[in-house]
């Protein structure tokens, strides 16, 4: 699991029949540091996470198989939305 | 998943059984700074993907890595570790 950032949300009319009805958003994973990854990634959310929020993500596919069925190419998925991240100062480093 | 840029289609003359009637793209991952520019690049490191969806080149897809990426194939055996899984129509990033 890792934090990401939320950025934005995708549309996509034409997709595998799983994905029918998810939310799509689009996210960056961040770093200890604060830093965002170069690539975006699109993940499922269930939760509403907003726009600007930190959320923590799962790439094991396992949750969005038992929602969506086996045959579900569905992995990165939103399992929480962040309160609040402690880091000690300097850890990141 | 990763976004990528379809940039376009490979056809193999001998593959394992499971790929038989499968098409594959060649995609180009897209970075952030490349996606808010809106400019029409990747920038990412290219890689193939098995597409069901009929994503042209030029369009942006969204797919799946790692072992989730045979799911749609279950319970047959493929060895896919991207697939196609959005053709996005849409995608915003504004601040």
Same mark, same amino acid.
Do not use: W
């Given at each position: 699991m890792f934090l990401a950032r939320i950025e934005g949300t995708a549309v996509?009319?034409?997709?595998? &029949?799983?994905?029918?009805?998810?939310r799509f958003l689009v996210a960056q994973r961040l770093e200890?540091?604060?830093?965002a990854a170069a690539e975006p990634i699109v993940i499922v959310d269930w939760f509403g996470a907003a726009r600007g929020s930190t959320v923590v993500v799962?790439?094991?596919?396992?949750?969005?198989?038992?929602?969506?069925?086996?045959?579900?190419? @569905?992995?990165?998925?939103?399992?929480?939305?962040?309160?609040?991240v402690q880091l000690r100062k300097g850890a990141a480093a | 998943m990763r976004l990528g840029i379809v940039r376009g289609h490979v056809t193999l003359n001998m @593959?394992?059984?499971?790929?038989?009637?499968?098409?594959?793209?060649?995609? %180009?991952?897209?970075?952030?700074e490349n996606l808010r520019a809106g400019n029409g690049r990747g920038g990412g490191k290219s890689l193939v993907a098995i597409d069901a969806l009929g994503a042209?080149?030029?369009?942006?897809?969204?797919?799946? %890595?790692?072992? %989730?990426?045979?799911?749609?194939f279950w319970p047959d055996?493929? &060895?896919?570790?991207?697939?196609?899984?959005?053709?996005?129509?849409?995608?915003?990033?504004?601040?």
């Open positions: 996509a009319a034409i997709k595998h &029949p799983t994905l029918e009805g998810c200890a540091d604060g830093s799962s790439t094991d596919g396992d949750i969005a198989r038992a929602r969506l069925g086996n045959t579900t190419p @569905a992995r990165m998925v939103v399992v929480g939305l962040v309160d609040q | @593959a394992v059984d499971a790929f038989r009637g499968k098409t594959l793209v060649v995609l %180009e991952p897209v970075t952030m042209a080149e030029g369009q942006v897809v969204a797919f799946t %890595e790692g072992r %989730e990426a045979a799911n749609p055996a493929v &060895p896919a570790d991207a697939y196609c899984s959005l053709i996005i129509d849409s995608i915003d990033v504004t601040p």
